[in-house]
């Protein structure tokens, strides 16, 4: 054989070599995965509790995209995103998991089937053939399993869909659908306020409320309890009510501040009705009547009227502070970036307590607290360059041994009924008193002292001061997140936890001194072009030595 036809024949087989590895890789990919993922958090990587959810299917689970064919970008690269997603979920399904991506524009039938699930057509804007046009699309989701079925109306992002999706799973493999309580005295407010946090909350638990007003009488208690600041005083019996979750081990979130603040009248005071503190002072811990301000804080947008018109300001807000010091050891904060409270209340534990308190959330060092004639102007001058009292803890967790508030105070007692006065005067009387402090129908103090408990050694608290943060005025997914992630530890469910918190939050650059500051500055105006003349001059200079070489050369 001649050197040609062996250099040939050498090439042929290196090249079928090659096919062989590559058809054997790709034959072992299938039975094994591994995906390289260098990103933060590692948020393109099936989450270890979406895997353990998986693994565990019985039967077979049918996931349904219904996406138009036609889509405008960015919404096109979705299709492709979450046939990769769902893929990945087979791996570690195996033959229990089964996807289709199916165009209802394609079909009047399936049309009709996407109004009876309740996915709408979404009007998307498409720009690229250099006119701006509005398309009617699909970008829903179904999953089946076994005889039930849920439904992602609109696939917004990709960012949560880890999340939205493993949420789902869960749901639809679970027997049973924890109950989540909240407590207040004025269910009507909250369900205003809280619409957008409550409408959420309802797609992964039961959600009940506790009527503080109203309750006559022992309930079944829910999985977890939220109890929201009190408007009007609460009585023995109140207490008694709350009491009851926090001695029978279920965990109980205290979202309360005992001020109220206002930015639309400018003004904060203290909720003279408030007592809830005196039962918070049983599990040794309190939430002071004061508000913090913080040097690293949020900008917000202030409105003001000038004449005929209203003029946006955008301005720091001292008391809405921007909050980085999170305690990463817990697994509530421990994937977010930063978290803001508006007007916060600081936590801390009482000497005495038998609980073990654990800091989630504080200030900076650049902090101070209002705590008499408080004054929330956002236009005010505040002199931040004094706040040095920090740091203040605004959120914490409270576990283990914690006593009960009759363990040291009577029981509540049936109030008698009153003789009905005719006396007009009289009856306004009663009537203003009733306001004050309503009469309650209460169960007989035997009964109460069978249910009552004395102690725990399984308390499950959380307490911020600011019970504002989840109202849809301030809303946001960052503090969304933290709401959720309460719930979900309340509820001994952290899997969640880590998935929906991933890729979340804001990463602020360090502060700096001043003089450091103006340094950067300078630097950023002076450094290109000194490197484009230093490196204009190195070029001229080896441009001179390589004609001075080639002259003396041409000169030999």
Known sequence: M???KKYGFNALVAMLALVGILVFVNLLSLKIYKRLDLSEGRIY?????????LQKLDDPLQVKVYFSTELPFPYSEYRRFIGEKLEEYQVY???NLHYEFIDPDLDPEVKKQMKQLGIPQIQLSDVSSNKLEVKNCFLGMALYYRDKSEIIPYVQKTDDLDYKITSLIRKLTSDRQPRVAIATDNVPLVQRDLRQVLQV???????????LGAAKELDDLADALVVLAPRKKLTPWQFFLIDRYVMAGKGVAFFASPLRSDLQVMAAWRNQGNNLDELLHAYGVTINEDLLMDAFNERISIQRRQGQFMISNMVDYPLFPKLVDLNRSQVIVSDFQSLHFPFVSTVEPLDGGTGTFTWLV??????KRQTKNFDIDPYKNYAVDSFNEGPYVVAATVTGKLSSYFADHPLPQPQPKKEEKKSAKKDQDKAEAAEEAPEQDIPPVKELQQALVKSTDKGRL????CNDFMKDDFLDGLMASFFFNSIDWLLQDEGLIGIRSRGLGNRPLKELEPGLQQAVIYADILLVPLLLILAGLLHWRWRRRRIKKRIARLMK
């Not at 990587?45 to 959810?53: F, G, H, K």
């Not at 909350?201 to 009527?211: G, P, S, T």
């Not at 504080?362 to 902090?367: D, G, I, L």
């Open 2 to 4: 001649d050197a040609k």
């Open 45 to 53: 990587t099936v989450p270890a509790y979406t895997r353990q959810l």
């Open 93 to 95: 399904a195996g033959q």
């Open 201 to 211: 909350l309802r797609q992964q638990y039961q959600v009940v409320f506790l009527d």
């Open 362 to 367: 504080r200030s900076s060092p650049k902090s």
């Open 462 to 465: 959380i307490l911020v001061g």
